[in-house]
């Protein structure tokens, strides 16, 4: 396992993927995460087994190294970072490397340097599998067997998730998982235990945050499949200040609830103009109808809105909100329309 090069005296490192196969035994002191595995190795000196050498060059792929051409496949590699300075022959050195995708199996080579820029030869080859973001079921546990169909995610003023419905008998929860970034730790958010349910609105977001979401259908003992992620970033409207610019505001509607036209109050305090971005949504998250989108001057402001849908027809009576932002407040106001 160990090589000595032609041109100088560096030999190559054992490397070893912790929890993963290799072929060597090792102490599991760490393990692989959705988005990290870590590796060690033993030392190698500048001069054979003797002394300290200058630097380690990591890389890896997700594909194996074909035919015994490493050179090939180490010029083709991701080259990792933070890797640690070498201690003397030896000792155990190891790093871990991040930013991985959940699920897919990585192949790690190591060289060492000397400070004149002699280098190693390659080491040996180390494999190493991410884990699941939405960990599998317990041995024995039945559940459901497929993935959420048509599991999307809406900007709503908030993040709007909808999901087909599933016959699946063994479907008897739907979990919703939210990451912050595409390499963030996904977390579970909402447990849905009427299957009749098709939609989530995620509340606790922010506008130009990047978030990530999955689902799942769930028995009492695990998980199903997961979703594929469902990236999206929420955009505040054109024109919006940065929060805390805008002072404070509020939204009222009245008559509430109203069997003919309503009035929309908006009351902006602070001695600037600010940009008003108002959407009216029905209680399955839907976007109905707009109210207000505009720059509008400090004081109290009223539109008169006639239930009049996005579409040009006239809305539906039952249970409305509006949601929008003015200057850098979100706001939302409950609304009930009669016949």
Request: net charge neutral.
């Amino acid at each position: 396992m160990f090589a000595v090069g032609r041109n100088s005296r560096l030999i190559a490192a054992l490397l070893i993927a912790m929890g993963a196969a290799s072929s060597a035994p090792v102490s599991r002191a760490s393990a692989a995460t959705p988005n990290s595995i870590p590796l060690q190795w033993t030392a190698t000196g500048d001069d054979g087994d003797v002394g300290q050498a200058y630097r380690y060059d990591l890389r890896y792929r997700t594909s194996d190294v074909v035919g015994g051409d490493t050179s090939s496949w180490w010029s083709q590699a991701t080259t990792a970072t933070g890797l640690p300075a070498p201690s003397t022959s030896g000792a155990t050195d190891s790093a871990t490397v991040n930013g991985l995708t959940p699920a897919t199996t990585y192949y790690f080579v190591l060289r060492v340097y000397d400070e004149v820029g002699n280098v190693s030869p390659f080491s040996n080859l180390a494999v190493g599998t991410t884990l699941e973001e939405i960990l599998p079921p317990p041995p024995g546990c039945s559940v459901p067997a497929t993935a959420p169909s048509n599991f999307t995610a809406a900007d709503s003023g908030d993040v709007f998730l909808s999901w087909s419905p599933t016959s699946d008998p063994l479907a008897t929860e739907f979990h919703i998982f939210r990451a912050v970034g595409s390499a963030g730790t996904l977390s579970r958010i909402a447990t849905i235990t009427d299957p009749s349910q098709t939609t989530f609105r995620d509340t606790n977001v922010s506008t130009g945050t990047p978030y990530r979401y999955r689902a799942a259908w769930a028995s009492s003992c695990g998980d199903g499949p997961a979703t594929s992620s469902v990236p999206i970033t929420l955009s505040a409207p054109p024109g919006t200040p940065p929060p805390g610019s805008a002072g404070t505001a509020t939204l009222h509607a009245y008559p509430n609830p109203s069997s003919g036209a309503v009035q929309f109050a908006i009351k902006i305090s602070g001695s600037a103009p600010q940009q008003v971005y108002i959407r009216l949504f029905d209680m399955s998250g839907r976007w109905v109808a707009d109210i207000a989108n505009g720059t509008f001057q400090p004081g109290t402001s009223t539109i008169s809105w006639a239930r009049t849908a996005r579409s040009g027809g006239t809305i539906a009576p039952g249970y409305y909100e509006a949601i929008g932002v003015v200057g850098g407040a979100k706001l939302r106001e409950r609304l009930v329309l009669l016949p």
